[in-house]
């Protein structure tokens, strides 16, 4: 198959659908692939390194686009994009279709194969491409948050780990999913006091058994949140009800209970946010402070982290997109049931429900 992987364009995607590394796998299936010039760079991948791996680089997105039957994208086509994907050509990549109207309808129009990365789904119904992503996010939320509770960045002044004789911080992580664990993993690891709530025991049992002596598990509910904030230092919102708005955990009248210099990282905020004091921010001006409590509410933190997000999402990606090359989409679809569940706009016509459900279309 002839695949092509053009460079990001959307502002601020540093990431790269696929790694010289990835060229390598797809060049013994005896696949074909071309690269746009400058694809890699912000993930510190150079076209020296593609072209060793055995691509072909192109100049512009238009000559990857008109060459490739298979599209290997991160983030889903931007307008300036809708116009040169043609029929039948498969896309691979984020699309979150409910959340765009005009990319659905452009999707519809250009007739094209639309895998989307968020609906591959395993029989446990976990969604192997998200995960990596959320795991990165997770661990960086520690990180945000060690660094803006910092004195000088608007925060308490706290060491998260603390020094002999002085008490390390305490961390509240909301919702003990693949956000929360890796948050709590981070912030144990530099030593401090770590809760996580979560609303499902099994999983605070699960947590329980595998976390070190430094995280405790608390079943969430409204009064033990507000009896932790009291002396929370930073406050993680992790917390995911599938395919809904995230719940407001922590509301406004809430915030008089911390103590000033509180920290709060809502991960959670691409669902519209857990804190009711959120609304999202950018790398270029990640914080805000809300009654003395710093809030960084950044919706796509991965893309601060490339070289990372990058090599985890595409670990992830390449298995299934060798498949897809190997076998076409029709009979990948047919046999590997994760893959289907991908596919969001055939040739024209909407096969996803919650697609089709968004914008009331035909399904
Ligand atoms: P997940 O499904 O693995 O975990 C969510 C957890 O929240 C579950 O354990 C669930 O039981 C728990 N939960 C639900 N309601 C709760 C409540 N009322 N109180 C406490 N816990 C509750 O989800 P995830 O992969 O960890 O993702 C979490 C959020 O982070 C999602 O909204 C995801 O889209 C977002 N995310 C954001 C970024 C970013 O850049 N901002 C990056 C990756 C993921």
């Not at 055995?54 to 290997?72: D, K, N, W």
């Not at 693949?178 to 025991?201: C, F, H, P, R, Y």
Request: proline share 5%; glycine share 10%; net charge negative.
């Amino acid at each position: 198959m002839i695949i092509g992987v053009p460079k990001e364009i959307k502002n601020n995607e540093n990431r790269v659908a696929v790694t010289p590394a990835g060229v390598t796998e797809f060049r013994k299936h005896g696949h074909v692939v071309y690269v746009q010039a400058e694809a890699g760079k912000s993930s510190g991948f150079s076209d020296e390194q593609y072209a060793e791996a055995g691509a072909t680089i192109l100049p512009t997105i238009e000559e990857v686009y008109a060459i490739a039957e298979m599209i290997i994208k991160v983030k889903e086509p931007i307008a300036s994009e809708y116009g040169l994907i043609k029929e039948n050509q498969l896309l691979f990549t984020y699309f979150h279709f409910a959340s765009s109207e005009p990319l659905t309808h452009a999707m519809i129009e250009r007739k094209a194969v639309c895998l989307a990365y968020e609906t591959v789904e395993k029989t446990d119904r976990s969604l192997p491409l998200l995960v990596p992503m959320s795991e990165v996010a997770g661990r960086m939320a520690i990180q945000e948050g060690a660094k803006y509770l910092e004195k000088p960045m608007g925060g308490f002044g706290i060491l998260l780990g603390g020094v002999a004789g002085v008490k390390p911080a305490n961390v509240l992580v909301l919702g003990g999913g693949i956000v929360g664990t890796q948050a709590a993993k981070m912030a144990a690891g530099l030593g401090a006091n770590v809760t996580i709530v979560d609303i499902s025991l099994p999983r605070l049992r699960y947590l329980e058994d595998i976390m070190p002596a430094n995280v405790d598990t608390v079943m969430s509910n409204e009064y033990n949140i507000r009896e932790l904030i009291k002396s929370t230092n930073l406050i993680i919102g992790g917390v995911l009800i599938p395919g809904a708005k995230a719940p407001s955990l922590i509301t406004r009248d809430m915030l008089k209970l911390m103590k000033p210099g509180t920290v709060m990282v809502d991960v959670a905020i691409d669902q519209g946010g857990c804190f009711e004091t959120s609304r999202a921010t950018t790398h270029e001006d990640p914080i805000y402070e809300v009654d003395g409590v710093v809030h960084y509410c950044v919706a796509n933190m991965p893309g601060a982290v490339p070289y990372t997000s990058t090599l985890a999402l595409t670990n992830a990606t390449l298995p299934y997109a060798l498949h897809l090359a190997d076998n076409g989409w029709k009979n990948a679809c047919t046999t590997n049931e994760e893959l289907r569940k991908g596919l969001n706009v055939v040739n024209g016509k909407v096969v996803f429900k919650g697609v089709s459900d968004a914008w009331n279309l035909p399904y």
